[in-house]
C-alpha cells in the first residue's frame, strides 16, 4: 500500500505539499515519546503521534519512516514543517485521535511490530 | 513538604543552597525563604515547568526577581483542567511559618502550551537559567519525550538524577561538551532532600555566580556534578 492510497481513503491533511507521497507503507507504529520510536519503529512505517516538536523530523530521518501523521488535529511547528521539507519526510495529519486512526490504519491491514 | 521542614532537611543534609521548583509554580518559593532567614542556608525561586511534550524543565531565577508577571504567562499557558480530581493531592499555599494560606486552583501537574523552546525563551526572558530535568529519566525528560537534545535550545545545563553516572549520562544521552551536567535531589519528601548536590565554586549562592559557573567563566566552576 502507497501512502498516496492511505491518504487519500483516511482523507488525511497534507502539510508538506512538496513531498510526493507515492511511497510504501510497510507498517504502523504509534508512540509520543521519540526515544520509544527510536528503539521500536522498524523501516518505511508510518508514525502515528500527537508531538510536533522538530524533532519528529529528525527521528522519521533516523528510522527511515515512511511518513508521519499528526493526530487530534495537531499541527506542525512551524520550524517542524521546514525541517520535513528539506529532510523530504511527508508530515500529514487528521482530526481523528491516535486510537480511532490506528484502528482505520489496521482495517486497512498496516500491521505494527 | 512545608518550608520549615525543607529548611531543616536542607541544614540536616549540610547544604548551602537551595532551589524550590515546584511543578508549574513559583508561588510558594518566598515562604521557604522566609523560613529560611537567619539560618545560613540560600533560597533561590525556581519552577520545574512541563513543556507542552512532557518534557520538564527547571527555571531557577534571582533571589530577589519579582515572579509574577512570569507566573502569570505561566497560567496563562496551562490548561484549567476538572477540578475534582481525586487523584490530586491538596495543592496547598502556605507561608513561612508552615501555615496554609490557600490552595492553588491550577492542576500543577498538567503540561502548559510551551513547547520546549518557548520554556526555555520565557524562562530566559525574566532572567531565569534553564536546565532540563533528569534527563537520563524515561518520562518527562527532554530525551524520553523528544529523543535527542534538540540542538541550540539554549539551555544552561542538564541535570542527571541522584543515582546516575553522569560521564556516562553525557556520553549515551549525547550531551554537547560544552553543556554542563548538574545532578539535583528533585526531592518531592523530606527524606529525599540532599539525595544528591552538585558542588559548585562560586564566591557566593547567588544566581549571578551559578550562572558563571555553568559557563566556567571568571574562575567560578562545577567541581562535582
Known sequence: MTLTDLATRLELTVFTPGIPLDRPVQGGYASDLLSDVIGHARKDDLWVTMQVHPNIVAVAVL???????????????VET???????????LGTGAGAFELCGKLYGMGVRGG | MSPRAVVEGALAAGLDLIAVTDHNTTENA?????????????????????TAEEVHILGLFDAGADLGPFQAEVFRNLPDLPSKQKFVEDQVLVDAEDYVTGFSPRCLFGATLFPVREAVELIHAHGGLAIASHIDREAFSLVSQLGFIPPGLGLEAVEVSPHADAAAARETLGVDAGLPIVRFSDAHKPDEIGAAATDLL??????AEIR???AGQAGRKVVQP
Request: no cysteine; aromatic share 0%; proline share 7%.
Open chain 2, 30 to 50: 518566598a515562604a521557604v525563604t522566609g523560613a529560611a532567614a537567619g539560618t545560613g542556608l540560600a533560597v533561590l525561586p525556581g519552577i520545574e515547568l512541563t
Open chain 2, 202 to 207: 562560586i564566591a557566593s549562592p547567588t544566581l
Open chain 1, 63 to 77: 528510522k527511515e519512516l515512511t511518513a508521519i501523521v499528526l493526530v487530534g488535529g495537531r499541527v506542525p511547528a
Open chain 2, 212 to 214: 558563571m559557573a555553568l
Open chain 1, 81 to 91: 514543517l521546514a525541517q520535513a521539507e528539506r529532510e523530504k519526510v511527508p508530515v
